[in-house]
C-alpha cells in the first residue's frame, strides 16, 4: 500500500519567513495530493491540494509543488502569520477504482511562528 | 448548515464492552471514512465508504468494523474494545472536486478511552 513520509515533524520560523514542508509517498499510482491543517483542538481542513497533472499550485500565500518523478510534493507558506502555527498534514490518494477515497496521510508537521 | 457530526464526543470505556460512535453528514456525499490520530503517527485510515453498501479497509482496520447503509450515516464499531484503541477518532466525508481529486469535511472529533 502508500506510504507517505512527512519531514520536518516540527518546524519554527519567525513572523515573515517561509516555511517549507516535505512529503515523499512510495506508490507511482497516486495521482491526488492535499495538504490539511489542524489548529489545536480542532479538526483537519483541507488548505490546498494538487493533482498529478499539475506541477505547481497557489493560492495567496500558500503553494504546493509536485514531483512526479521523484515521488514528492512540498507545501510552501510565504510571509507567514503568527495564525498560521498549527499542525500540517500531507496526504496521497489514488485515482480510480477502490483508490479512490483512501487517503493515507503523512505523520504531520508542527508548525510554530514566533512573532 | 453543512456539517459532520458526531457521538459522542468523549467516551471512557472498559476493556471489551462493545461500543458504537455514529457518524452523520448532511452534504449528500457518496464518500465516508473514518481515522484515528494518534501522536506522531498524524492521521490514518481505518475504513473508508465510497456510497451506500460500499465499503473498504483503509490502513488499520483491525479491531473495526462499520456499516453503510444509508448515505448520511456511517457509524464505527468496536466490538471488543482494547486498550490500543484509545485515541482520537474522526469521522469525514468527501465531494469530488475534479476528476481526480475531492476535499474531505471531518467532524469534530471523538476522544475515546478504553481502561
Known amino acids: 500500500g502508500e506510504n507517505v513520509e512527512q519531514h520536518p515533524s516540527t518546524l519554527s520560523v519567525q513572523e515573515g519567513d517561509s516555511a517549507v514542508i516535505k512529503c515523499t509517498y512510495s506508490?507511482?499510482?497516486?495521482?491526488?495530493f492535499p495538504w490539511y491543517k489542524q489548529e489545536l483542538g480542532k479538526r483537519p481542513q483541507l488548505i490546498i491540494d494538487?493533482?498529478?497533472?499539475?506541477g505547481e499550485k497557489k493560492d495567496q500565500r500558500i503553494a504546493v509543488t509536485l514531483n512526479k518523478t521523484a515521488k514528492h510534493f512540498s507545501l510552501h507558506i510565504t510571509e507567514t502569520q503568527p495564525e498560521d502555527s498549527a499542525v500540517y498534514f500531507c496526504?496521497?490518494?489514488?485515482?480510480?477504482?477502490?483508490?479512490?477515497?483512501?487517503?493515507?496521510f503523512g505523520q504531520g508537521t508542527i508548525l510554530t511562528v514566533h512573532p | 448548515e453543512a456539517q459532520v457530526t458526531q457521538n459522542p464526543r468523549y467516551l471512557i470505556t472498559v476493556t471489551g464492552k462493545k461500543l458504537t460512535v455514529t457518524c452523520s453528514q448532511n452534504m449528500n456525499h457518496e464518500y465516508m471514512s473514518w481515522y484515528r490520530q494518534d501522536p506522531g503517527l498524524g492521521l490514518r485510515q481505518i475504513y473508508y465508504s465510497m456510497n451506500v453498501e460500499v465499503t473498504d479497509k483503509g490502513d488499520v482496520p483491525e479491531g473495526y468494523k462499520v456499516s453503510r447503509k444509508e448515505k448520511r450515516n456511517f457509524p464505527l464499531i468496536l466490538e471488543s474494545p482494547s486498550p490500543n484503541q484509545t485515541s482520537l477518532y474522526f469521522c469525514?466525508?468527501?465531494?469530488?472536486?475534479?476528476?481526480?481529486?475531492?476535499?474531505?469535511?471531518f467532524g469534530p472529533g471523538t476522544r475515546l478511552t478504553v481502561t
Open positions: 506508490d507511482s499510482a497516486s495521482n491526488y
Open positions: 496526504a496521497a490518494s489514488g485515482a480510480g477504482g477502490t483508490s479512490y477515497g483512501k487517503l493515507t
Open positions: 469525514a466525508s468527501s465531494r469530488r472536486t475534479g476528476t481526480a481529486s475531492y476535499e474531505q469535511y
Open positions: 494538487i493533482r498529478s497533472n499539475v
